[in-house]
């Protein structure tokens, strides 16, 4: 699963692909002790880049990925080990909110289209919030 995220990212899998490989993560993660633990050693560790981020906000923005896919892509990206963020001083604390927000959704920023498009997108170009939001 993790494989395909990182393909995706790349533009080496298809939206199908990805869709596939991650509808059910969260019964996987829930269902599966140590989810992650040993990595296949196959798999080099992937960096996360805020280009990645900025990616999936266009694709939910163009239809090509639901919002939900999101939530989900966050769940296999902070619960794996095949992933990494970059330090916190080279921008890392943003990607971490991001991905903290889509994992763990709030009701006052549900992952809709609109919430990808004025707050998340934004927040990953800029590094603040748009005007709409605090």
């Not at 960096?47 to 919002?67: A, F, H, M, N, V």
Request: net charge negative.
């Amino acid at each position: 699963m993790e494989q395909v995220v990182i393909d995706y990212l790349q533009s080496n899998a298809t939206t199908d692909k990805l869709k596939q490989a991650i509808k059910d993560v969260q019964d996987e993660f829930m269902n599966t002790e140590g989810w992650g633990e040993e990595p296949d050693t196959s798999i080099k560790k992937f960096i996360i880049k805020k280009e990645d981020l900025l990616k999936l906000c266009r694709d939910t923005i163009s239809g090509q990925l639901e919002p939900e896919d999101l939530h989900r892509i966050a769940v296999v990206i902070n619960n794996s080990k095949y992933f990494e963020l970059p330090p916190w001083i080279d921008g890392g604390v943003v990607l971490e909110m991001v991905l903290e927000d889509w994992e763990y959704t709030k009701d006052e920023f549900p992952i809709t289209v609109e919430n990808v498009k004025n707050r998340w997108k934004i927040f990953l170009e800029l590094g603040k919030h748009g005007p709409h939001y605090p």
